[in-house]
């Protein structure tokens, strides 16, 4: 039969065959090893078919997180993860010490090159004749020359952390120096950002790309979402990639940033404390304390040689992402109904020239979370000097509600860093220099919030497709109390609806 011969050629067939020499016990092991491979295959199958019910009950939650640069949007990731990954969170504490140290030694480095730039604009006006010299400029002590040199090795402490912080083949993004975050807007451009009642623009469309008259020494280090901190900080003692071994990041006691960092206390102390160095920073328009990543007012703890991250550092470390990232959790925490829950958290780039990045998410998004950092009225976007941030928040808040792909979609504005807000009303700064259509209101905290709110609320119902309820909130997302009450809020809101689109409530 072709049929036979075919299956006696089968190679497989022969394999399988039990041997024609078999003997009854030999044949019963042969079956009971049989019966047991089979046993485990069928539980692989059941564990499978499974594994692929739950899936299809398990809920998804899609948030996106959204707003320009420097918005406050990773600090809320990592509010939601304190929150409601609380271990993984404080078992990755230590990893951001690096991060923190990193930041402190840019403050300094900030002040250092103030210093100079000041000594070289001195230095070409005497040149230039008594008239062009300004009777007013802060004079340089000595002793601040003395402190830059006593400084010298924080240079060196910046390299070793970069590249700790940034992998080989990515030298790109550790640009030395610093995007001056908080460059003063001209209050011609800025006074028109809200001077329509409506909320709407005058200054017309947001557009895309960055301005080129930066220079190389305005740059400021990034790392890409593929880059997670823990692979690239807590790689392990030894070199990185042929870099220095003391970059490496030893958790068994010192390294050299926190031994040299250590070493320099007072004298960052003594820089930071001295008045004509304060003086020359209020005359340059540098604000470090209205900069995410400052720390000079915590150096007794930073620079301890024994020093552990808090929860409210972690907060503040400044790290700037680039690209797109999905962060994926289930929460640890009892959360009532929402346990198991599975929250994908969408942190996307918020430079201007990444902004077309954030359609294609919109689409399958629960909800988004836009934060507009409200106390930049009277600053203007490093990236672009001609742009006053809060005119680019209130122009990307048009744009996110306008969009016919998130008409069903729940917004949820973050007015964020009230903190510094409440600080620079205090300190004289008044709004309707920079918001003609604020008027001669009280220029206090409550007062310009509530303004604000109600800005962007008018915003929202005059462009959106839909209509749809405004979930607004004044916040401080480093400030842990208040922000933990908001985000509870906003979870079981944005859970609430992800059900009832889904019909199970």
Known sequence: ???????????????????????????????????????????IDDAIKQERVMQKRKKVV???????????????????????????FREERILW??????NLVRSVRKILDAISDHQDVILESTSGGEDDYDDNAPYVHPDLH???????????IEQLLIAKL???????????????????????ASSASM???????????????????????????????????????????????????????????????????HECCRDIQALWRDRSAREILRRRKIKLEEQSGFFLDDLDRIGSLRY??????????????????????????????????????IDVGGSRSQVPTWVPFFD????????????????????????????DSVLLWKMICSNELLAHVELVLFLNKCDILDKKLKSGVRLSKYVRSFQDRSNDSETVQKYFRAKFNAIQREHSPAPRKFYGFCTSVTEITTTSGILASVRDMVLREHLKRSRLI
């Open 1 to 43: 039969m072709p049929s036979r011969a075919v299956m006696n050629d089968d190679p497989l067939a022969a394999v399988m065959a039990p041997p024609p020499d078999e003997t009854p016990d030999e044949r019963a092991i042969r079956i009971q090893r049989e019966d047991e491979a089979r046993r485990i295959s069928d539980a």
């Open 62 to 88: 899609k948030l996106l997180l959204l707003g320009q640069s420097e918005s406050g949007k990773s600090t809320t990731l990592r509010q939601f993860q304190r929150l409601y990954t609380p271990s993984a």
């Open 97 to 102: 010490r690096a991060v923190i140290q990193l």
């Open 146 to 156: 003395e402190l830059k040199m006593r400084l010298l090795p924080l240079r060196h």
């Open 166 to 188: 940034v992998p080989p083949g990515e030298d790109e993004a550790s640009g030395f120096g610093y995007f001056p975050a908080s460059v003063v807007a001209p209050p011609a």
């Open 195 to 261: 001077s329509v009642a409506s909320g709407s623009i005058s200054s017309g469309r947001y557009t895309h790309g960055y301005s080129h008259s930066l220079s190389q020494r305005n740059q400021e280090i990034f790392v890409r979402p593929g880059m997670a901190l823990k692979g690239f900080v807590a790689r392990g003692k030894g070199s990185i990639g042929g870099r220095p071994s003391s970059a490496s990041n030893s958790m068994d006691g010192p390294d050299e940033p926190t031994i040299v960092i």
């Open 308 to 345: 552990l991250p808090s929860d409210d550092d972690v907060l503040k470390a400044r790290l700037k992402t680039v690209g797109v990232a999905e962060y994926i959790f289930e929460l640890e925490t009892a959360a009532g109904r929402d346990s198991g829950t599975e929250w994908r958290i």
């Open 364 to 391: 399958t998004v629960d909800a988004i979370i836009f934060l507009a950092p409200i106390s930049g009225f009277d600053l203007a976007l490093a990236e672009d000097p001609s742009v006053n941030r809060l005119e």
